[in-house]
């Protein structure tokens, strides 16, 4: 027969614990974020979020123009230029510098097949694809239109 280790946790350290999944989860983390960052499992994490009352965030995506004005990170991607950090959409390090060339040429009256075959001539990487077309362009320059990308000074903002 193999002994067994019975471990103890106290409930003041499982407070703790639960303070610190409550805290990070409403800093904007993913369940899987947090687990990452406090060496648990994802099942704890949800368990003890459940457990101190707070309402998790819906699994189904929501649409993009709603999703940005809730806190957290969302299951649908950021539009192009822009990504998660910390629960908080950025401009994306590798994407917001093209973001930049786009709109530069486009002010420049540049049409979208000439935007994608500049890109492409650049070598510049598409966020999914291997190369640029020009539905790819057109969506970026929408967003500009419509003014969901909106600019303010020289940032780009959502």
């Known amino acids: 027969m193999q002994p067994h280790v019975i471990l103890s946790i106290f409930c003041s350290e499982v407070e703790a614990i639960s303070e610190t999944f409550v805290e990070l989860y409403k800093k904007g983390l993913s369940l899987s974020e947090v687990a990452k960052q406090t060496g648990k499992c994802k099942t704890m994490v949800r368990s003890h979020l459940l457990k101190a009352g707070i309402d998790l ?7 993009v123009h709603e999703s940005w004005r809730e806190p957290g990170k969302q299951r649908i991607r950021p539009y192009y230029g822009f990504c998660y950090f910390q629960g908080k959409v950025v401009p994306d390090p590798r994407e917001y510098d093209n973001l930049l060339v786009i709109h ?4 420049s009256g540049t049409n979208p097949n000439r935007i994608a075959d500049t890109l492409n001539k650049k070598k510049v990487p598409g966020r999914n694809s291997a190369g640029w077309n020009r539905n790819s362009v057109v969506l970026i320059l929408k967003r500009f239109e419509q003014r ?10 959502l």
Do not use: A, F, N
Not at 104 to 107: A, C, E, S, T
């Open 104 to 107: 530069r040429l486009w002010r």
């Open 57 to 63: 965030r819906p699994k189904e995506p929501t649409p």
């Open 148 to 157: 969901i990308i909106s600019i303010k000074g020289d940032q780009y903002e």
